[in-house]
């Protein structure tokens, strides 16, 4: 818990991927700043700068499915279902969701999922080829679990590409039968390739027109229920908690 952390303990204490998540104040440089909407809550909009920019991004901006065309999105968190609303405005066919939770396969279906899979209990591979008739185009691999990121290639029709989005660590892969043989493509996407400035109000717009509804990822709590937010994070209760500090 929280509270029990000694103080000055590097080994327990997180930078929160270095994005300053607790201070109430920030000095930026105006080409950092992002100029968005004054009539939606900027605290629903914090979420935006990092998983949600990245999931969506690497779908619009760099992979740029055709209309028509099937996707799979390894991990459902905040990442992987902004992949798949992101999906379903590019009109994909297929978008089929993999996670090991029910409620977020369920929330999947929500946001545009036309199939989902647990992957603890479904043979993944084999169904995507099968509801694909042949395997997928594309894939975002958003969990960095080395057997998913095998799968996500192992899925692919010849000629997919699988974009890797996630923290990855080392990955042993079968050259010639993973990708070489059909030629496919694993490719590697940071922050969705995304110029924030531009890509956020275009996020905002979607999202005020009803096609990118990611409040659905969010809940708010109090910064004394900290310890509660990371227990719903950690259990797939809550996809995306937002701490509100009140001054």
């Known amino acids: 818990m929280i509270a029990d952390i000694a103080p000055f303990s590097d080994s327990l204490l997180a930078t929160f991927f270095g994005q300053s998540s607790f201070a109430t104040h920030a000095v930026v440089s105006a080409r950092n700043a992002v100029k968005v909407d004054s009539d939606v809550d900027l605290a629903l909009l914090g979420p935006l700068g990092c998983g949600i920019q990245t999931g969506?991004?690497?779908?619009?901006?760099r992979l740029k499915p055709d209309f028509g065309s099937s996707l799979v999105v390894y991990g459902c968190g905040a990442v992987g279902l902004s992949a798949?609303?992101?999906?379903?405005i590019t009109g994909c066919q297929h978008i089929i969701a993999i996670d090991v939770h029910d409620s977020r396969l369920e929330l999947a279906?929500?946001?545009?999922?036309?199939?989902?899979?647990?992957?603890?209990?479904?043979d993944v591979v084999e169904r995507i080829r099968?509801?694909?008739?042949?395997?997928?185009?594309?894939?975002?691999?958003?969990t960095g679990v080395p057997a998913v990121v095998r799968q996500s290639l192992q899925a692919l029709r010849p000629l997919g590409v699988s974009a890797i989005v996630g923290v990855t660590p080392e990955v042993t892969l079968d050259v010639h039968h993973d990708l070489m043989a059909e030629g496919k493509s694993m490719i590697g996407v940071i922050e969705g390739d995304s110029v924030p400035r531009?890509?956020?109000?275009?996020?905002?717009?979607?999202?005020?027109?009803?096609?990118?509804?990611?409040?659905?990822?969010?809940?708010?709590?109090?910064?004394a229920e900290i310890?509660?937010?990371?227990?719903?994070?950690?259990?797939?209760?809550?996809?995306?908690?937002?701490?509100k500090i009140q001054r």
């Open 56 to 61: 969506a991004g690497t779908v619009l901006n």
């Open 84 to 88: 798949i609303m992101a999906a379903k």
């Open 109 to 122: 279906r929500e946001l545009g999922a036309t199939h989902a899979l647990n992957g603890k209990h479904d």
């Open 130 to 142: 099968e509801i694909t008739s042949g395997g997928s185009e594309f894939a975002v691999e958003t």
């Open 198 to 223: 531009v890509f956020i109000p275009q996020l905002v717009a979607y999202y005020k027109e009803g096609r990118f509804p990611f409040d659905k990822l969010i809940k708010f709590y109090e910064f």
């Open 227 to 243: 310890n509660q937010a990371f227990e719903d994070s950690k259990n797939g209760v809550t996809v995306k908690p937002v701490l």
